[in-house]
């Protein structure tokens, strides 16, 4: 261990660039042997200057013996900041590990929207002794967002919220917030929200604006222009994407009254949007979104398997469609040489088409009104591309195998696979969507078959009818 605290290596700029933001291995190797040698003091000095993001990267890249022995070393200093930056598989072994007495000390600290994102996965008896641990009021607060639906805004809101009457001007929207105690305004806010006698949130008022305004002006006339109310029970992607599209910091959630109960800042709604792009991407390799690398071997097989077996049902529809012409192929090897070459084409054509689209419907691009043109521009790049390829393919196959026809046959086999790809990668998605089936975790099985599908059969069925 001592060798790992001692090596160092030499870095270039370049390198160190793509490392600007990764925990330092001297430092892990060392806050390792720290715990490897029970040197509390040690620890606690190694991790002090760390972001709770950090420690919560360097408790899941450690194995877990030496992650329960750092948290059990670490003791009363564990922040829940570090919880809730945890991935959720690491973070229930992390608390099963602290004692009562921490794991109190570690969610007063937190707010209430990060309480809930802290305990909605846990056992119940985890949530029952974090929610033991928080006073009366701030429990209240906690299971009140917990009866909202599971990834809504009620469960992504915080509780802690800075309203003023409409009537109020600046002088006594400071002297409020002066006169507040501590514990009872949020940790960070953005925005005074601005509410009508029935508690109804009218406006919003930026800190910036009401620390440079003079007392006497009324808080009316600085709102923000603007201004979105989020339901409580609106989906939380949808939240993430008003967030993104309106350049919001922080907006008020109402209940289905439209009272305010809650806000939503911009952090949390980010965490949402990378939470979604992250998952777009693993379902379109066929994984679940939640996997994570922190998964064990059981529940990574688990979550694969599914996905596996619908592949291996269309590499089964594709192969009963080679199976059609095993008379041509017995009688020009040639096809079995290149008809690989066609599928992997309209395959990685329709991935891209099938990637573009899939992004599109995410971040509500693609709607009724430019669908069709979006298909045409696809199917058109597919025949450009494929005109292209067909050419080259259709030299190789003359050079290659000297005959003309089977040069003539895989140049119209590229074309109409690369067509259908274009085509498929984008109608599959939508179709999916429209009939309510997640197209970034559906679309890539069917896509591929049509691609094999189509491709062995063009490419088969034309050399069946030219060649013999």
């Not at 090596?7 to 001297?26: F, G, I, M, R, V």
């Not at 509390?40 to 760390?50: A, D, G, S, T």
């Not at 022995?69 to 991935?87: A, K, Q, T």
């Not at 050079?399 to 895989?410: D, N, T």
Request: proline share 4%; charged share 25%.
């Amino acid at each position: 261990m001592l060798d790992q605290v001692e090596a160092t290596e030499t870095a270039s700029p370049e390198d160190e660039k793509d490392q600007s933001y990764l925990l330092d291995q001297k430092t892990v190797a060392a806050i390792l042997y720290a715990v490897e040698i029970d040197d509390r003091e040690q620890l606690v000095e190694l991790m002090e200057p760390l972001h709770a993001a950090d420690i919560a990267d360097l408790l899941e890249q450690i194995s877990s013996f030496e992650r329960m022995r750092l948290v059990r070393l670490y003791d009363r200093e564990f922040d829940g900041e570090i919880l809730s930056e945890l991935d959720e598989s690491i973070r229930e072994e992390v608390i099963a590990v602290l004692t009562p007495q921490v794991l109190s000390e570690a969610v007063r600290e937190l707010d209430s929207d990060d309480v809930v994102d802290l305990i909605e996965d846990l056992e119940e008896d985890q949530q029952e002794t974090i929610l033991k641990a928080l006073e009366e009021s701030d429990r209240a607060a906690v299971q009140q967002a917990l009866s909202w639906p599971e990834y809504s805004a009620g469960r992504l809101m915080q509780r802690e919220v800075v309203a003023a009457p409409e009537h109020w001007n600046v002088g006594q929207a400071i002297d409020y917030l002066r006169a507040t105690p501590e514990d009872d305004l949020p940790a960070q806010f953005y925005h005074l929200v601005m509410v009508d006698p029935r508690f109804h949130p009218v406006g919003n008022i930026t800190l910036g604006k009401l620390m440079r305004s003079k007392r006497a002006t009324p808080l009316k006339d600085l709102l923000e222009d603007t201004f979105r109310i989020i339901p409580a029970s609106q989906d939380e992607g949808d939240v993430a994407y008003a967030f993104n599209q309106y350049h919001l910091i922080s907006a008020p959630v109402v209940d289905d009254e439209g009272r305010l109960i809650g806000v939503i800042t911009i952090d949390d709604a980010m965490a949402v949007l990378d939470e979604e792009h992250e998952e777009d991407i693993l379902r379109l390799a066929g994984v679940d979104g939640e996997s994570t690398l922190s998964d064990s071997v059981r529940a990574t097989t688990r979550r694969r398997l599914p996905w596996l077996a619908v592949n291996l049902g269309t590499a089964i529809a594709a192969s009963i469609v080679i199976s059609l012409f095993e008379d041509a192929i017995a009688q020009v090897v040639a096809l079995a040489v290149l008809m690989p070459i066609v599928a992997s084409m309209g395959g990685n054509a329709g991935t891209q088409s099938l990637t573009v689209a899939v992004r599109a419907i995410a971040t509500k691009d693609l709607t009724g009104s430019n669908v069709w043109r979006v298909i045409r521009r696809e199917c058109l790049v597919g025949l450009i591309n494929g005109a292209v390829f067909a050419v080259v393919m259709g030299i190789v196959g003359i050079i290659w195998f000297g005959s003309p026809a089977l040069g003539y046959v895989i140049a119209v086999a590229m074309v109409v696979n690369m067509v259908v790809a274009g085509l498929a990668g984008t109608g599959i998605p939508i179709i999916l969507e429209r009939i309510g089936v997640d197209p970034a975790l559906a679309s890539g099985a069917f896509v591929t078959t049509v691609t094999d599908v189509v491709g062995f059969f063009a490419f088969l069925g034309l050399a069946a009818a030219v060649l013999l």
